[in-house]
């Protein structure tokens, strides 16, 4: 990995001794996508040495090193097969920015810090009839006391059932003028182990391979008012505010990705042999 002017030496060195990390466990995080098995080895390895905390401030946990220190982070472990899509990206992408951002101080400690320490997480935005256009988001939540009730589905959840923390969204109002201002939507950490709350399926998708991604099945989920992400009808704001960060999150990913799978081109056309010389010198 290339380091960049603007980082600190603490990102700096973050990128030398995360890369370390990363090639030393290659072989294990391989044979796991080869055997079809979740490594939680490695998950707890991430955990231990504080990565999952990267992008987290410091008084919740983390080690304070922003956003630039998250994708530093996601960069190399998108190397690892599932572990950067499936595992450490989807929990970046399990409402750290919205919690940071619009959440309580009390959330923040209570979240956060369990972040930094390991827990994964997951997003709950797309739907069965719901995708690109997420202000038509059918999941509703309706306000019982201290505690909403939440009914719908979620679909393409990355991280479902291993996930213990999901950041998602529901339908709170069907007032014609709050869906024409999109404050009809509201955010909401919905926690696995919550009544009604079960993992209907696990896809398989061409080209993700051992990465858990699934359907989600809410069927009267009491979520306390607690859990509720900034005002009821703040929904919209904070998931555009959280789709920024974590389309940059993704993007870090990708290279990752990319990175090795140039690798592993390179390495190949430089050992098959062709016409008496090396593939990869062959115009």
């Given amino acids: 990995m290339e380091g960049f002017f603007w980082w600190t030496e603490e990102q700096k060195k973050l990128a030398v001794d995360v890369k370390k990390f990363v090639d030393e466990i290659m072989p294990r995080a391989e ?3 080869w055997k079809q098995e979740f490594p939680w080895d490695i998950v707890n390895s991430i955990a231990n040495r504080g990565y999952f905390g990267a992008g987290i401030a410091r008084e919740y946990g983390g080690m304070g090193l922003g956003v630039t220190g998250a994708c530093i982070i996601t960069e190399e472990i998108g190397r690892m097969h599932s572990l ?3 595992v450490f990206a989807a929990s970046m992408l399990g409402g750290v920015h919205q919690i940071t951002e ?3 101080e009390e959330q923040r400690v209570r979240f956060l810090s369990r972040v930094a320490k390991g827990e994964l ?3 709950a935005l797309t739907e069965p009839f719901v995708g690109t256009d997420a202000a038509g988001i ?3 939540a309706r306000r019982d006391g201290n505690t909403y009730i939440i009914n719908g589905k979620k679909r393409f959840v990355t991280g479902a059932g291993i996930a213990n923390r999901y950041m998602l969204y529901a339908k709170t109002s069907d007032d014609p003028e709050d869906i024409r201002r999109n404050q009809h939507i509201t955010g909401f950490i919905a926690e696995k182990g919550m009544p009604g709350f079960t993992v209907e ?3 398989e998708l061409m080209g993700l391979d051992n990465i858990m991604n699934g359907c989600l099945d809410l069927d009267e989920v009491p979520v306390p008012v607690d859990n509720r992400i ?3 009808g703040q929904g919209w704001q904070i998931m555009m505010s959280g789709l920024n960060y974590e389309r940059v999150i993704c993007a870090s990913l990708a290279v990752g990705c990319f990175r090795e799978l140039l690798r592993s081109a390179v390495s190949y056309g430089q050992r098959r042999i062709q016409f008496g010389q090396p593939t990869v010198d062959i115009p």
């Fill in 31 to 33: 044979e796991a996508f």
């Fill in 84 to 86: 950067g899509p499936g």
């Fill in 102 to 104: 619009f959440g309580t």
């Fill in 121 to 123: 997480g997951a997003i």
């Fill in 138 to 140: 059918e999941t509703t």
């Fill in 201 to 203: 399926k696990i896809n």
């Fill in 230 to 232: 900034g005002d009821e």
